[in-house]
Structures are given as C-alpha cells and as structure tokens.
C-alpha cells in the first residue's frame, strides 16, 4: 500500500520525526550483527533478506525444488509476483478472477505479493476458489474497512496517523485456519508464498516464506502469519509499524516492519540471484507473470504550485522511478536467461483523477478492467 496520498505520508513523516515513536515499547540496542542473525522463536528458518547472498537463495530454491520432485512435479516454473498498489489492488483481484474463467491460468509454484499485493497473494497462490473473496475485498470495502484515523493522537507524539484494527480484522476474517492449513498443504508440494515486508531497524527487505510458517506447527504460526499480512501493508507513519518478536542468541527483542513497499514495490528476482545467474549463464525453463498495480507510462497532470502537491507529485514520480527500473531489470534477466516474462499494468487512463483512498467505484472500475484483461489471456 505503499503508494498512496503522499500528502498524507509527509505529514506522517514530520510527526514521525517530532514524536520519536512514542507509544511503543521501550526498545533495547541491539547490534547491527546480532540483528541479522535473528530468527523467530521456535519456527527457525522462515525468512531471507531480500538482498541476500545468491547462495542464501539457491539453497532455497534447491530446497524447493527437491520437495516439487518428490511430489511429481515437474516442467515449466510458473511464478506470479503481484506488486504494491493499495486499493489499486483491485486490478490484480479483477485479473485473477478474469484468468480462472479463461480456463488457462496456471498453478503456480511461487506466488510473492508487496503491500496489497502480499494481501492478494495467499488467494492467488490457492487458486480460482478464492476468487470471489478477492472480488468480495476488492470492489467491497472502503477506507472504513481499512483504519480509523488518529491524526491528533500521531501529530502528538504517536507511531502514527491512523489505527489499523479495521484491517487487522478484516485479515483475520479472511485469513483463517482454514486458509492458513491450505496454504501449509501446498508449500508440502513444493509450492512456496511468499510476502516481503520493511525491517525498518536493518533498512532491509525481509522475504517471509508464509508456507513454511503455516506448516510449522507452531502455537503462534496462525497469529504471525497474520501479523506479517498486516505488516507488510503497514504505510509507515500513516499506520503502525508492526513489532515481531526476535531472538538472537539469549536475546529477545522486537523488530519494526512497515510496508514492503518501502524497499521495493515488487518481489520478483532478487538481486544477487539475478546478478548471479546471468554471470554463469543460467538458462531457465519458467514464466514469470507480473500483475503490476500502477501505470508503468507517465501519468500526465497539472501540478498545483503548492509545496504539498509539488513534494507528493515529485515522491510518487520517485516510486514509479525506480520501478521502472526493476521492471528494467527483469527484462534484461528474461533475455539472458529464457525466462518468459509477461507485465500486466493498469492503463494511464483509469488512473489519472484524484479519489479518495479506497474509493468503492475507483476500486469497481478497476477490477472490471482487470477482469475483462484476464479474460483475454
């Protein structure tokens, strides 16, 4: 949900910066060093770091592999990444729903969602089943449904603007046992969802495999499997951060995450696994589909010349910036690899006005859109 009103976030930003995020926990210091070997108490290995070394990964993905094998599968890779957005999230819910009545979407073997994305992407990673809960969120709700502001409470001296219990329960709801257990049947398959949120303390991505949570057994896997939902559509200074409890040898202590998006708007390939494959030559047999919840071409408007409007039109320039970029990236791995690569992205048009966040018929619209665009595929 990281791209939303700006305006909103750079008024969050200042009280951020006035409040030093009271209302917290007092927070112990924690190394730099002793912080990236934390783990999760009694769930071991369930996170990388986004800008992990390639070997990190390749054992993961060696992992995956050996347990795809052992289940019968084989062939083409099919992975989904579905990007930030906020209630352009509509978009990516409209395609799915589209693509399952086309009769020719895949199951894919690894779903990885950002933001609003992270929320679509357990639906999508359990397929066509889930579509009319994705259509029931995403043409449903409003700002209502989502948080409930606190714009006085975080001017003085809060985490943040607004309260997040409408959307901590709206997960709840949807992200039930029941959904949770499905999600452990298929990562024993082979398959693997994955959810990126911000560790704000490390100023990194942390990948979170949500399988491997929800397979493990644990008493609190379901609570932190909802936690990391939240956390990674937690816009810094608008909402909450999320603290995750930690351990690093005998030390226990909580971490803040925010919205994924504050590292990446996408999770596709990571970095050093991008690097690295092209630098030995690695050729695959996959297809990559990016639902991608924005305009990727330059969205034209007329700046008001008011500093609000001038740092918010410059900020969200920044973003669709540098997922340009990575979009720029994934092309260039796609040549050198054969990796099939396939961006869907939201006309310029339909998002050119201005409209409250979750705005219900902006959210229908799109997801009309995106339905009729799955439907072609």
């Known amino acids: 949900m990281i791209a939303f009103r700006v305006r909103t976030v750079f008024v969050a930003m200042i009280a951020a910066a006035l ?3 009271a209302g917290l926990p007092e927070r112990p210091e924690i190394t730099a060093q002793a912080q990236s070997q934390a783990v999760i108490p009694g769930l071991g290995e369930v996170r990388l770091w986004e800008d992990a070394p390639a070997s990190a990964w390749n054992a993961w993905r060696a992992r995956m592999e050996q347990e795809r094998r052992r289940d019968g599968r084989s062939g083409r890779l099919e992975m989904l990444a579905i990007s930030a957005g906020a209630d352009k999230g509509a978009f990516s819910a409209g395609y799915l729903g589209g693509w399952s009545e086309a009769g020719t979407r895949p199951e894919f073997d690894i779903v990885s969602g950002v933001s609003t994305g992270a929320l679509i992407a357990p639906f999508a990673f359990l397929g066509g089943d889930y579509d009319d809960e994705l259509e029931a969120i995403y043409t449903g709700i409003d700002a209502r449904d989502v948080y409930r502001p606190r714009t006085v409470q975080g001017l003085l ?9 409408p959307l901590e329960e709206l997960i709840a709801t949807y992200a039930d046992a029941e959904l949770i257990e499905s999600v452990a049947r298929e990562h024993a398959r082979g ?17 979170w495999d949500m399988g491997a949570i929800a397979a493990s057994g644990h008493d609190e896997s379901h609570a932190l499997f909802r936690k990391v939902l939240l956390a990674s559509a937690s816009i810094p200074g608008f909402f909450p951060p999320v603290m995750i409890e930690v351990e690093s040898g005998q030390v226990r202590f909580g971490e ?4 994924g998006g504050a590292v990446s708007s996408i999770l596709a390939i990571p970095p050093a696994v991008a690097f690295d494959d092209q630098a030995n030559g690695t050729r695959l047999d996959a297809r990559l589909t990016l639902l991608y919840n924005g305009a990727l071409e330059p969205t034209y408007r ?4 008011d500093a609000f409007s001038i740092i918010e039109r410059a900020l969200f320039t920044a973003i669709k910036q540098a997922d340009l970029r990575e979009v720029l990236i994934l092309k260039d791995y796609a040549r050198e690899t054969g990796l099939v690569l396939d961006i869907e992205s939201i006309a310029p048009e339909a998002v050119k006005g201005e409209q409250d966040l979750f705005d219900q018929p ?3 619209d799109l997801f009309a859109r995106g339905r009729k665009r ?4």
């Open 374 to 377: 799955g439907l072609a595929r």
């Open 302 to 305: 007329v700046v008001e010349p």
């Open 191 to 207: 398959r693997r969802l994955l959810v990126m949120t911000a560790n704000l303390d490390a100023q990194r991505g942390a990948v």
């Open 19 to 21: 409040s030093a995020c």
């Open 157 to 165: 001296g809060g985490p943040a603007l607004a309260t997040t219990e």
């Open 362 to 364: 902006f959210m229908q």
């Open 256 to 259: 803040l995450h925010v919205d």
